[in-house]
C-alpha cells in the first residue's frame, strides 16, 4: 500500500516565483530513490497561501529511507543550517533566505486508488 506525504508551506505572494524556481532547481533530487512513486508541487489557487508538495512512496520505510539519504540531506542543507531545524521543515529554502514562512508535513496511506482505463 503506497503512502503519500504532503509538506504544506505558507509563501507569500511575493514568493511564490522564488519557491518554485527552487523546486525546479532541485529537479533529480528524489526521483531515483527507491519506492519513489510520484511528487507533485502544487500552487494555491483561489485566496490561499498554502503550497501543497505531494509525494508518493511504496512505503513509509521507503520515505524514512530518502528522508536518512544523502540526497535529501543535499537538497535540504541550506535551509537546515538557516533556521537550526531537523528534516521534514526545509522545503522552500535556500540561497536568499526564506521562501515560506510555516510548513507542516501530512501523512497518508492510500486505501483506494483509481486511474483512467486504457
Do not use: C
Not at 504544506?8 to 529537479?27: G, K, S
Not at 531515483?32 to 509525494?55: I, M, Q, S, W
Request: glycine share 12%; hydrophobic share 35%; charged share 30%.
Amino acid at each position: 500500500m503506497s503512502v503519500v506525504k504532503i509538506n504544506v508551506l505558507t509563501v507569500p505572494e511575493a514568493m511564490r516565483e522564488e519557491l518554485e524556481r527552487r523546486f525546479a532547481d532541485r529537479a533529480g533530487l528524489v526521483e531515483n530513490a527507491e519506492g519513489f512513486e510520484g511528487f507533485e508541487l502544487l500552487r494555491p489557487v483561489g485566496g490561499t497561501d498554502r503550497y501543497f508538495v505531494y509525494t508518493r512512496w511504496r512505503s513509509e520505510e521507503d520515505f524514512q529511507r530518502w528522508a536518512e539519504s544523502r540526497a535529501f540531506a543535499e537538497g535540504h542543507a541550506q535551509a537546515t543550517a538557516e533556521r537550526g531545524e531537523g528534516h521534514g521543515h526545509g522545503h522552500g529554502h535556500g540561497h536568499g533566505g526564506t521562501a515560506a514562512t510555516g510548513a507542516e508535513l501530512w501523512a497518508f496511506e492510500v486505501v483506494e486508488r483509481v486511474t483512467p482505463k486504457e
